[in-house]
């Protein structure tokens, strides 16, 4: 069964704090994919891996890195958490059509 | 670059019933696909439905169906017979056709009640 896995499902950090969230896929895909959920918004993409060390702004990348080393696993940096990053941030793999999610992150930074 | 609007942010159906959620798109390519995806209270994201843009038959899984109208832009979606399992979040998205370099666009969402 195909697997998209983030290491919390709640998260609380304060502000100014280095921030990583962790995505790990088992379905050797080669697209990975982080956006961040707010009511209103929808899903936005924050950045994009379509290969091992290979990454792509998305739509808000500012305040944010991703680090992708081995091909299953795409991390989300916030390198200084601040109180407007507070929201849902949800982790994707693509297949060669579908997109398939893990359980999201809720963060809350203080 | 292409968007994706959903114009109902809240809808509600009563149980058995049937409704149909909007979205229309904007784009300039000729070939992609289009999805509705399905977000519970659980949040787990999961795919409901998806179209191929090449395809004229409209996609149907079960109790799900589209209307998609390639030259206006539009990709509805229909569920009949709703039930109570049906209560969620949806959201419209579009890929650009091919491998590669891609991204999902995604909508706003319709948040979707179904009244006993």
């Known amino acids: 069964d195909v697997k998209v896995t983030q290491s919390s499902r709640y998260l609380v950090k304060r502000t100014g704090e280095k921030v990583f969230l962790e995505c790990v896929q088992d379905m050797d895909h080669e697209n990975m994919f982080w956006y961040r959920q707010d009511p209103g918004l929808g899903l936005r993409l924050i950045y994009f891996?379509?290969?091992?060390?290979?990454?792509e702004k998305g739509d808000i990348p500012e305040g944010y890195s991703v680090s992708r080393e081995k091909k299953e696993r795409f991390s989300l940096i916030l390198e200084s958490a601040s109180t407007n990053q507070t929201s849902m941030y949800l982790c994707?793999?693509?297949?060669?059509?579908?997109?398939?999610f893990g359980q999201g992150t809720r963060l809350t930074v203080v | 670059a292409q968007t994706v609007t959903q114009s109902q942010p809240e809808m509600s159906v009563q149980e058995a019933e049937t409704v149909t959620l909007s979205c229309t798109y904007d784009t300039s390519e000729s070939d992609y696909y289009l999805f509705w995806y399905k977000q519970p209270p659980s949040r787990q994201m999961i795919l409901v439905i998806r179209?191929?843009?090449?395809k004229q038959q409209n996609a149907t899984e079960n109790r799900f169906s589209v209307n998609f109208q390639k030259a206006a832009k539009s990709f509805s979606l229909k569920i009949s017979d709703s039930q109570l399992g049906d209560a969620a979040m949806y959201f419209c998205?579009?890929?650009?056709w091919g491998s590669g370099t891609y991204k999902y666009i995604f909508g706003t969402g319709t948040r979707l009640k179904v009244l006993a």
């Open positions: 998205a579009y890929r650009s």
């Open positions: 994707a793999s693509s297949s060669y059509v579908e997109a398939f």
């Open positions: 179209q191929e843009a090449y």
């Open positions: 891996s379509y290969d091992v060390k290979m990454k």
